[in-house]
């Protein structure tokens, strides 16, 4: 199909056709066959869309093929939030006794699952320093069966080298699997570069409201067949009308990443020159240590930065409670700005001592919205400028 903007309005109309030009939401848990074969095939159709909406359903159905036509790979599929899909993807390509590669720099959730799940579970994994591709060659033994990755990652925004990794990883027979959200297929392709399987907390840019969670996979057809088998036993099903919702915000999102990455780019640039601030981590950055792989690999850098201050955790604090438009929340990739404190975010999901390893305690991770971009540089630049003159 053409254009992305042409891609994410079009590419699902032939999945289920109807006279509607809004699709319906197919609110219904169970479909009935016309007979025992028709019910027998519904049974154990990969991703259907008319037996159970466990197995599937029209409208995720719909936004699969939307996520797949935007990701460039052969199938997709959808379920209840972006950890479904990871711990489900996890569940259906390792066993006890595999070994599972990671990042340091990865979402915490995704941290927790290497660090607590996956040893609980018997599968022993190791987190490498993701800005080194050989660190990942060199964490692999006979029994690796899956490499995790996330780039830019959450919340330090460092670069992984996905054709690098990819390639060492099919040598040896490894499954890849990343995280896109961050980018979004709009600014970046993972399949391209030769990755296996993508995955987005859908939660996030491809929604772009902050009114649903859910999750998104994107792969061979061979490799999502296995994935959905397991998703038969997890039951991580993402309803009908969260479906219908996560293809609405699609609809918008090469709109939207538009003006995200104008936004992010632009709130980093004011950001790293001002006094209050210590560092800024954003690839679009001439400054960022990997921004030429990320202009090799992607085609925008989008709305995320995160910021450390002069002033450690306490000026942190303080700037959150004093931006106007961004409010403090654990979200981001929504029209609105949101901007976070990631050390206190994760304590539901990792060790004091895991949160020390992973992120700095002052980092703010700064989700720039789609608002006016005068208006978010004004209102970042103003807070930052207060931490200057505030009293101890
Ligand atoms: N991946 C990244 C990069 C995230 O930021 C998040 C959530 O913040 C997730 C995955 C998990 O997604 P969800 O909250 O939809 O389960």
């Known amino acids: 199909m053409s254009g992305r903007s042409t891609v994410t309005v ?14 319906p939401i197919y609110q219904t848990a169970a479909f009935s066959a016309g007979d025992g074969e028709a019910f027998a095939r519904g049974a154990t159709e990969p991703r259907g869309k008319g037996f159970y909406t466990r197995f599937g359903n029209p409208n995720h159905a719909q936004v699969s093929a939307v996520v797949a036509e935007l990701e460039g790979t052969e199938a997709a599929m959808v379920t209840a939030s972006g950890m479904a899909a990871l711990t489900t993807a996890v569940l259906a390509l390792v066993s006890a006794g595999d ?5 340091k720099s990865t979402y915490g959730g995704t941290a927790s699952v290497l660090l607590n799940l996956l040893p609980r579970l018997g599968v022993a994994t190791t987190l490498v320093d993701q800005r080194d591709p050989l660190a990942f060659e060199r964490a692999v033994t006979p029994k690796t069966r899956l490499i ?3 780039t830019p990652s959450n919340p330090l925004l460092h670069v992984t080298d996905l054709r690098a990794v990819a390639d060492l990883a099919r040598d040896r027979g490894i499954t890849t699997l990343a995280d896109n959200t961050f980018a979004t297929p709009l600014n970046q392709r993972p399949a391209e570069f030769g990755v296996d399987v993508v995955w987005h907390s859908a939660t996030k840019y491809l929604n772009g409201h902050t009114d649903v969670s859910a999750g998104a996979l994107a792969g061979p057809a061979e490799i999502l067949d296995r994935i959905w088998d397991t998703s038969l036993l997890t039951g991580a099903t993402l309803g009908p009308v969260d479906a219908w919702l996560l293809l609405r915000g699609m609809r918008t999102l090469p709109l939207r990443v538009a003006r995200h990455n104008a936004n992010g780019l632009a709130l980093a640039q004011a950001l790293a020159e001002h006094p209050a601030v210590a560092a800024v981590h954003y690839p679009g950055l001439e400054s960022h240590p990997q921004h030429k792989l990320a202009t090799d ?4 850098f989008g709305g995320v930065l995160s910021v450390e201050f002069t002033g450690g955790f306490e000026a942190a604090d303080a700037f959150l409670g004093l931006l106007h438009y961004s409010r403090r929340s654990a979200s981001l990739g929504g029209v609105e700005s949101l901007a976070v404190h990631p050390a206190s975010m994760w304590r539901g999901m990792l060790s004091d001592e895991q949160i020390t390893d992973a992120v700095p305690p002052g980092l703010v991770r700064l989700a720039a919205g789609t608002e006016d971009t005068a208006d978010l540089v004004d209102d970042a630049v103003a807070a930052a400028t207060a931490l200057l003159t505030r009293r101890p």
């Open 10 to 23: 079009h590419a699902d109309r032939l999945v289920h056709p109807d006279a509607a030009v809004a699709p």
């Open 99 to 103: 070994h599972v590669i990671g990042q």
């Open 148 to 150: 995790l990755l996330e």
């Open 297 to 300: 690999q992607m085609t925008g």
